[in-house]
């Protein structure tokens, strides 16, 4: 258990629609990252959050945004949705201050179909 | 680009034998490394990590050696046991962007009976 929760595990939507994911980071933690995982592939990194703002971004378009709340917890939305969107959606968790945490932990994903 | 490379796509290996994992960065601002196990249709499970000011460290059955001169880092697993069997990425981060990693493409490691 990281104490990282993803929001839904699974779900289909239709090429053009738009999509939400949820994440809730471990206790303690106040940045949130994203990460697009495709078949056979290693986790790309989407961007990151901190103190509700955004702190970095992969090679994204815009159509990929995100929000996080004051309790640190995040979203990510997808518009526009392409049939390469389809992928398991990862956040992950992790301390970022004086002095920074040594572990960044996952949450167990959102898998995203897009037909 | 690809800055961090797991060349091997696959490993098979015994059951108490040791599985050695390998891994290749090429940006130098890469300070801090972390290896995760991958099961189907689960999240990464952290492992084990190495800042670059050591070039060990240990935990239980898992060791992670890093060499900064030819930017490469190895994890090894001893004994190797059946629950073992998944994916392993490997992971890098530059201090000053705590949490924007860079994965590799994942080695799958098989144990045997």
Known sequence: ?115 | DQQVKQNSPSLSVQEGRISILNCDYTNSMFDYFLWYKKYPAEGPTFLISISSIKDKNEDGRFTVFLNKTAKHLSLHIVPSQPGDSAVYFCAASPTDSWGKLQFGAGTQVVVTP
């Open chain 1, 1 to 115: 258990e990281t104490g990282v929760t993803q929001s839904p595990t699974h779900l289909i939507k239709t090429r053009g629609q738009q999509v939400t994911l949820r994440c809730s980071s471990q206790s303690g933690h106040n940045t949130v990252s994203w990460y697009q995982q495709a078949l056979g592939q290693g986790p790309q990194f989407i961007f990151q959050y901190y103190r509700e703002e955004e702190n970095g971004r992969g090679n994204f378009p815009p159509r990929f945004s995100g929000l996080q709340f004051p309790n640190y917890s995040s979203e990510l939305n997808v518009n526009a949705l392409e049939l390469d969107d389809s992928a398991l959606y990862l956040c992950a968790s992790s301390f970022v201050g004086e002095i920074s945490g040594n572990t960044i932990y996952f949450g167990e994903g959102s898998w995203l179909t897009v037909v």
